[in-house]
């Protein structure tokens, strides 16, 4: 079993930063890769980035360049560093423990309980 807990969401204006951070447990934590994804408003959850025990980096194309995920392994945390904020980032984030690198979410193995982000105008 995976615990991930999720916080640091919040109300952001356009073009500003927000990181979020995944709390991790489990005796097996180190065997996955801790992703995030996100669920926008009327819209299907998608992948964001990932991150493998040894810190290898995974990110979709409409955060790369603007979004950093990282591992602290010594506090168990995952933190996902997002900056020039858009309105379409607006969304739920779920951190998640997955063994395949598919990102699909019918892959994911344990989720969070989501955090809210919303980038105003």
């Known amino acids: 079993q995976v615990q991930l807990v999720e916080s640091g969401g919040g109300l952001v204006q356009a073009g500003g930063s927000l990181r979020l951070s995944c709390a991790t447990s489990?005796?097996?934590?180190?065997?996955?890769?801790i992703a995030w994804f996100r669920q926008p408003p009327g819209k299907e959850r998608e992948f964001v980035a990932a991150i493998s025990w040894t810190g290898t980096r995974y990110y979709a194309d409409s955060v790369s360049g603007r979004s950093t995920i990282s591992r602290d392994n010594a506090k168990n945390t995952v933190f996902l560093q997002m900056n020039s904020l858009k309105p379409e980032d607006t969304a739920v984030y779920y951190c998640a423990a997955t063994l395949r690198t598919t990102w699909s979410i019918n892959n994911v193995d344990f989720w969070g309980q989501g955090t809210q982000v919303t980038v105003s105008s």
């Open positions: 489990g005796r097996t934590v180190s065997r996955y890769y």
